[in-house]
């Protein structure tokens, strides 16, 4: 730690004599002295894996050999990777939404109650445990025991008292795929349910008064004043979590580690890189799995920006 620290001044202690010797440095100049070494870094940590990732999506396996898009054409017409595909667009078009819109009524109704610090707590409360760890606790609520046996799991023991059998719930595809999903929309719909809060409370009171004057009350007063008035922190919230989803790959790994048809593109980008050895199929996955994520990133950034200009 010291010699890290030692290096952190001596690198800080050369920029800045570099940068103040002249008596008139350019602009650029100052920029890139501050900048430089974070661009240097960006770029051999960044920049030059992106290229490398782009270059083995189109070779096969780890044999060097020039195969063009044959590992695209395969990702979209192979019944595995098609699984795979389904279940990523079945993540994007499912969690987010559900999270969002658990947050978003959890947040409304418990505005300004008389237990609103401890409600929105316990919701809060599975932020604070890991992927891996929240994963473990519903898999303990999945376990399968045979009948006859004492049920060790929560859904199931549930099911056994009203007179049912046991199931195994995470071999059943495609619901298997639900459940999972069930472990991710309980840690974000915290996550959604504290930004849009602020976002209600940031409302103006002048507006829910005037709508008050006018009648609008109870469901009225959430569709007509309160959905307009966050939209874009609603919208923010939901490309976020769509994001997380796109790359959610310790759940599905803790959860089934992809098997039973439950594997999605972060998951499967792995296995075929590290398990199967195909870095050249691993590295499409990777890439495709890239040109998902950017429009969403930039139409994220897009609403934030819309969001502190409101602010």
Not at 51 to 75: E, P
Not at 85 to 111: C, M, Q
Not at 127 to 146: L, N, R, T
């Amino acid at each position: 730690m010291l010699i890290a620290i030692g290096l952190f001044v001596a690198l800080m202690a050369i920029i800045l004599f570099v940068v103040d010797r002249p008596r008139n440095p350019a602009r650029w100049f100052v920029g890139f002295g501050f900048t430089g070494v974070a661009l240097l870094l960006l770029l051999a940590g960044l920049v030059y894996p992106a290229v490398l990732t782009i270059w083995t999506s189109f070779l096969r396996r780890n044999s060097g050999d020039f195969i063009g898009l044959d590992n695209y054409a395969r990702a979209f017409t192979e019944p595995q990777f098609l699984v795979v595909l389904g279940n990523t667009a079945l993540w994007v078009l499912v969690a987010p939404f559900v999270a969002t819109f658990l947050g978003l009524v959890y947040a409304y109704v418990v505005d300004r109650s008389r237990f609103e610090k401890l409600a929105k707590g316990l919701v809060f409360l599975p932020m604070a445990i890991s992927m891996v760890g929240a994963s473990i606790i519903w898999k303990f609520v999945y376990e399968f025991k045979p009948q006859g046996v004492e049920q060790t799991g929560l859904l199931n023991q549930f099911l056994v008292w009203l007179g049912g059998e046991p199931q195994q719930w995470l071999l059943s595809r495609p619901l298997n795929t639900f459940l999972i999903m069930v472990v991710f929309v309980w840690i974000q719909t915290g996550f959604a349910m504290t930004l849009l809060s602020a976002s209600i409370k940031a409302i103006p009171t002048d507006i829910t008064e005037a709508a008050r004057l006018d009648g609008v009350s109870g469901f009225g007063m959430f569709w007509r004043i309160t959905i307009p008035s966050i939209r874009p922190a609603l919208v923010v919230v939901l490309t976020t979590i769509a994001m997380t989803t796109l790359k959610t790959f310790d759940i599905v790994r803790t959860m089934t580690a992809g098997q039973f048809g439950t594997s999605i593109v972060a998951l499967e980008f792995y296995d075929q890189g590290f398990r199967q050895q195909d870095a050249g199929m691993a590295a499409a996955l990777a890439v495709l799995l890239f040109v998902i994520v950017v429009p969403v990133v930039v139409y994220n950034v897009r609403q934030q920006r819309k969001v502190e200009e409101i602010r």
